[in-house]
Nanobody, 117 residues
Framework: QVQLVESGGGLVQPGGSLRLSCAAS????????MGWFRQAPGKEREFVAS????????NYADSVKGRFTISRDNAKNTVRLQMNSLKPEDTAVYYC??????????WGQGTQVTVSS
């Protein structure tokens, strides 16, 4: 089992920045693809960004391209999501997830991000 704990959420004004972190513990997540997802009130969970084990491959939702950056530090079992130029529509609960094979099998409890003036 892999346990994932997100942190770094909060309230920020439009145009501001936040950095989310995801700390993994338990079974090593060596070789796992990692991702960030979000769920806004009344909406389904949606993909935000993902990163391969080697950090050689990243993917982003069109809505966050150029504003968000995903990174990982395998030595520290940590994945981060740097979010810049935040918009009110970025308001959601953000989840970290680990993908050992083809499916995201492990999920964190989520951290709230609210973008409002």
């Amino acid at each position: 089992q892999v346990q994932l704990v997100e942190s770094g959420g909060g309230l920020v004004q439009p145009g501001g920045s936040l950095r989310l972190s995801c700390a993994a513990s338990g079974r090593t997540f060596n070789g796992y693809h990692m991702g960030w997802f979000r769920q806004a009130p009344g909406k389904e969970r949606e993909f935000v960004a993902s990163i391969s084990w080697s950090s050689g491959s990243t993917n982003y939702a069109d809505s966050v391209k150029g504003r968000f950056t995903i990174s990982r530090d395998n030595a520290k079992n940590t994945v981060r999501l740097q979010m810049n130029s935040l918009k009110p529509e970025d308001t959601a609960v953000y989840y970290c997830a680990a993908r050992p094979t083809v499916l995201y099998a492990y999920w964190g409890q989520g951290t709230q991000v609210t973008v409002s003036s």
